[in-house]
């Protein structure tokens, strides 16, 4: 996928946070420890350094949710992720953000921490993000 395809998928998944743009997946994915997983409607961008992974973001397009694809991109880079060395890893994801706090805890990931008034609705309003973490392993 390009820069441009990502863009187009996240801006039709998300308003919070704000959808990210062709330039800064180009950024993210020159960065050092960055990488790429995707399926035709959806991907994963992930990042490994120094015993620690980061899911950066997760985008599956709204028709095809709920079958799957969300799961074995998670699954894909948690494997990814110990592959790279990487011993935890973690994510924040909008509080209000059900399905997403539910396929990460389906995952294995539990929450660590809250980040208050992190985004913010298109109305301005403030929504908390959860900081999500678990261990990983040679068989995650």
């Known amino acids: 996928m390009s ?13 919070v946070p704000r959808p990210w743009g062709a330039g800064e997946f180009s950024g993210l994915l020159a960065r050092e420890g ?21 899911l ?6 709204p028709d095809a949710r709920r079958q ?10 948690l ?9 935890t890893a973690f994510l924040e994801v909008a509080e209000d953000n059900l399905a ?5 805890e389906r ?3 539990t929450q660590a921490g809250r980040r208050r008034a992190y985004y913010r609705q298109p109305n ?5 993000a959860l900081v999500m973490t678990r261990a990983l392993d040679a068989q995650a």
């Open 124 to 128: 301005g309003t403030p929504t908390d």
């Open 100 to 104: 997403a706090r539910a396929l990460y």
């Open 79 to 87: 494997t990814q992720a110990a592959a790279r060395g990487a011993e």
């Open 68 to 77: 799957g694809t969300g799961a074995r991109l998670v699954a894909g880079f």
């Open 3 to 15: 820069p441009e395809d990502l863009a187009a998928l996240h801006a039709a998944c998300f308003t």
């Open 56 to 61: 950066l973001t997760l985008a599956v397009a």
């Open 107 to 109: 995952t294995g990931f």
């Open 34 to 54: 960055s990488f790429l997983l995707h399926e035709p409607a959806g991907f994963l961008l992930g990042r490994a350094l120094a015993g620690e992974a980061e």
